[in-house]
Protein backbone atom coordinates (compact mmCIF):
# COMPACT_ATOMS: atom_id res chain seq x y z
CA UNK A 1 0.00 0.00 0.00
CA UNK A 2 2.87 2.38 0.39
CA UNK A 3 3.55 2.05 -3.16
CA UNK A 4 0.01 2.95 -4.11
CA UNK A 5 0.06 5.90 -1.88
CA UNK A 6 3.64 7.26 -3.37
CA UNK A 7 1.72 7.13 -6.70
CA UNK A 8 -1.34 8.60 -5.59
CA UNK A 9 1.31 11.63 -4.29
CA UNK A 10 2.73 11.71 -7.99
CA UNK A 11 -0.74 12.03 -9.29
CA UNK A 12 -1.53 15.15 -6.22
CA UNK A 13 1.67 16.51 -7.29
CA UNK A 14 0.71 16.60 -11.18
CA UNK A 15 -3.10 18.15 -10.47
CA UNK A 16 -4.83 14.86 -10.90
CA UNK A 17 -6.97 13.89 -8.22
CA UNK A 18 -4.83 11.53 -5.90
CA UNK A 19 -5.26 8.11 -6.34
CA UNK A 20 -2.51 5.39 -6.68
CA UNK A 21 -2.74 1.94 -7.40
CA UNK A 22 -0.33 -1.24 -7.52
CA UNK A 23 -1.19 -4.55 -8.87
CA UNK A 24 1.17 -7.49 -7.08
CA UNK A 25 1.83 -11.13 -8.03
CA UNK A 26 3.88 -13.35 -6.81
CA UNK A 27 4.91 -11.15 -4.03
CA UNK A 28 6.05 -8.13 -6.95
CA UNK A 29 4.48 -5.78 -7.83
CA UNK A 30 4.31 -6.18 -11.62
CA UNK A 31 1.95 -2.75 -12.25
CA UNK A 32 2.08 0.86 -11.09
CA UNK A 33 -0.48 3.54 -11.72
CA UNK A 34 -2.00 6.94 -10.93
CA UNK A 35 -4.87 9.10 -11.81
CA UNK A 36 -4.25 10.81 -15.16
CA UNK A 37 -7.51 11.50 -16.39
CA UNK A 38 -6.45 15.62 -16.82
CA UNK A 39 -3.12 14.33 -18.72
CA UNK A 40 -4.30 12.11 -20.84
CA UNK A 41 -7.88 13.46 -21.33
CA UNK A 42 -9.71 10.49 -20.85
CA UNK A 43 -12.21 10.05 -18.26
CA UNK A 44 -11.26 6.42 -18.07
CA UNK A 45 -7.77 7.07 -17.03
CA UNK A 46 -8.46 6.27 -13.44
CA UNK A 47 -5.58 4.62 -11.28
CA UNK A 48 -7.23 0.69 -11.34
CA UNK A 49 -8.16 1.05 -15.09
CA UNK A 50 -4.68 1.79 -16.10
CA UNK A 51 -3.04 -0.73 -13.86
CA UNK A 52 -4.71 -3.22 -14.50
CA UNK A 53 -4.05 -2.70 -18.63
CA UNK A 54 -0.46 -2.69 -17.35
CA UNK A 55 -0.43 -6.17 -15.38
CA UNK A 56 -2.41 -7.45 -18.19
CA UNK A 57 0.63 -6.04 -20.93
CA UNK A 58 2.93 -7.55 -18.22
CA UNK A 59 1.40 -11.23 -18.00
CA UNK A 60 0.55 -11.02 -21.27
CA UNK A 61 -3.06 -12.40 -20.08
CA UNK A 62 -5.97 -11.21 -19.73
CA UNK A 63 -7.20 -12.31 -16.33
CA UNK A 64 -5.64 -11.45 -12.91
CA UNK A 65 -6.44 -14.21 -11.17
CA UNK A 66 -3.49 -14.86 -9.17
CA UNK A 67 -3.13 -10.96 -8.34
CA UNK A 68 -3.52 -8.60 -5.80
CA UNK A 69 -4.68 -5.35 -5.96
CA UNK A 70 -4.02 -2.33 -3.64
CA UNK A 71 -5.31 0.99 -4.42
CA UNK A 72 -5.75 3.75 -1.98
CA UNK A 73 -9.56 5.01 -2.47
CA UNK A 74 -12.28 2.81 -3.02
CA UNK A 75 -13.00 2.00 -6.62
CA UNK A 76 -15.60 3.70 -8.50
CA UNK A 77 -18.19 1.22 -10.07
CA UNK A 78 -16.53 1.54 -13.61
CA UNK A 79 -13.34 0.25 -11.94
CA UNK A 80 -14.97 -2.42 -10.21
CA UNK A 81 -16.30 -3.78 -13.51
CA UNK A 82 -13.31 -3.91 -15.12
CA UNK A 83 -11.85 -5.74 -11.97
CA UNK A 84 -14.29 -8.00 -12.45
CA UNK A 85 -13.93 -8.89 -15.39
CA UNK A 86 -10.16 -8.83 -15.10
CA UNK A 87 -10.89 -11.75 -12.49
CA UNK A 88 -8.55 -10.31 -9.90
CA UNK A 89 -8.38 -12.33 -6.91
CA UNK A 90 -7.60 -9.55 -4.06
CA UNK A 91 -8.79 -5.68 -3.61
CA UNK A 92 -7.32 -3.87 -0.94
CA UNK A 93 -8.19 -0.30 -0.65
CA UNK A 94 -7.51 2.75 1.84
CA UNK A 95 -10.45 5.12 1.85
CA UNK A 96 -13.94 4.57 1.29
CA UNK A 97 -15.74 6.93 -1.05
CA UNK A 98 -19.22 7.65 -0.13
CA UNK A 99 -20.40 9.38 -3.20
CA UNK A 100 -19.21 7.46 -5.64
CA UNK A 101 -17.43 4.24 -4.57
CA UNK A 102 -18.54 0.99 -5.54
CA UNK A 103 -20.21 0.01 -2.48
CA UNK A 104 -22.43 2.55 -2.78
CA UNK A 105 -24.09 1.15 -6.10
CA UNK A 106 -23.98 -2.60 -5.10
CA UNK A 107 -21.28 -4.22 -3.10
CA UNK A 108 -21.39 -7.14 -5.19
CA UNK A 109 -19.82 -5.87 -8.31
CA UNK A 110 -16.40 -7.53 -7.70
CA UNK A 111 -16.26 -10.94 -8.83
CA UNK A 112 -17.53 -13.33 -6.49
CA UNK A 113 -14.08 -14.99 -5.80
CA UNK A 114 -12.47 -12.04 -5.06
CA UNK A 115 -11.42 -10.80 -1.96
CA UNK A 116 -11.83 -7.18 -0.26
CA UNK A 117 -10.57 -5.41 2.51
CA UNK A 118 -10.57 -1.95 2.69
CA UNK A 119 -9.17 0.89 5.74
CA UNK A 120 -5.77 -0.20 4.48
CA UNK A 121 -3.38 3.10 5.17
CA UNK A 122 -6.82 4.93 4.95
CA UNK A 123 -6.13 8.39 6.91
CA UNK A 124 -3.11 8.96 5.01
CA UNK A 125 -5.29 7.95 1.99
CA UNK A 126 -8.37 10.54 3.29
CA UNK A 127 -5.95 13.10 4.38
CA UNK A 128 -4.47 13.13 0.80
CA UNK A 129 -7.75 13.53 -0.75
CA UNK A 130 -9.22 16.27 1.20
CA UNK A 131 -5.51 18.27 0.94
CA UNK A 132 -6.07 17.65 -2.97
CA UNK A 133 -9.68 19.09 -3.14
CA UNK A 134 -9.28 22.16 -0.04
CA UNK A 135 -6.01 23.47 -2.27
CA UNK A 136 -8.23 23.15 -5.65
CA UNK A 137 -11.08 25.12 -3.46
CA UNK A 138 -8.10 27.72 -2.89
Same mark, same amino acid.
Given at each position: ?????????????????? !?? /?????????? #??? @?????? =?? &? !?? /?????????? #??? @?????? =?? &?????????????????????????????????????????????????????????????????????????
Amino acid at each position: MNEALKQAKIAFEEGEIP !VG /AVIVSKNRII #ARA @YNQTEK =LN &D !VT /AHAEILAITA #AEN @YLGAKY =LV &DCKLYVTLEPCPMCAGALYWSQICEVHYGASDPKRGFHQCNPHMLHPKTKVSSGLMEKQSEDLVLEFFKKLRE
